[in-house]
């Protein structure tokens, strides 16, 4: 996912870059953390209900699963869960993410150790499960948006600088009318 974040600043910018690089990544770092936690295990779904959700979103299209290999799951593992198999996969990426944000450009990105099982035995006609994995739906697009915007204009309005930190929950509050007043002299959008 994409986003853009736009800062109003008066006066010399050189010197503010780096503190608001460090105030929108580490919003971008919690946006991460709130998918990780909450949108991510949504993936692991039935299939038919992965598909009805996240199918035309991908692209390529939803590549339903053989009869056969859904039989073999059921039979051996008791469960017809899409992107899982014996769980392995689920485990690993569930519990585990390194975040990251950037040293010199406004970005953030999680790796997920243990999702390199997730294209094993990659064919042409296998499903694209990297795409699987972490596509969103705009929904939960718009609500990623909502937490970092959220943290960053709070942090810009409170100009302390950012501690990056775990986010517990996704209830954010609604930012409050004062925060999104435009600047003196320029008109509301």
């Known amino acids: 996912m994409n986003m853009n974040v736009m800062v109003t600043e008066k006066g010399p910018l050189d010197a503010k870059v780096k503190a608001h690089r ?45 009869k056969r290999y859904s039989k073999r799951k059921a039979f051996r593992y008791g469960h017809r869960r899409n992107l899982e198999y014996s769980g392995e996969l689920k485990r690993n990426v569930v519990t585990q993410v390194v975040i990251s944000s950037g040293a010199r450009k406004f970005s953030a990105s999680a790796r997920l150790p243990g999702s390199q099982k997730a294209n094993f035995k990659r064919s042409a006609a ?19 948006a909502q937490v970092a915007e959220y943290l960053i204009a709070q ?17 954010v509050p609604a930012m409050p009318a004062s925060a999104y007043a435009a600047p003196a002299g320029r008109p509301e959008v």
Do not use: C
């Open 22 to 66: 460090e105030i929108v990544n580490a919003g971008l770092s919690d946006a991460v953390r709130v998918w990780h936690k909450n949108m991510l295990p949504g993936h692991f779904v039935t299939q038919e209900a992965f598909e009805a959700k996240y199918g035309a979103l991908i692209p390529g299209g939803f590549v339903k699963r053989g």
């Open 155 to 171: 942090a810009l309005n409170a100009n302390t600088p950012v501690v990056t930190r775990p986010v517990e929950s996704t209830s």
């Open 126 to 144: 296998a499903p694209n499960m990297r795409d699987e994995l972490i596509v969103t739906t705009a929904q939960e697009d718009q609500r990623l």
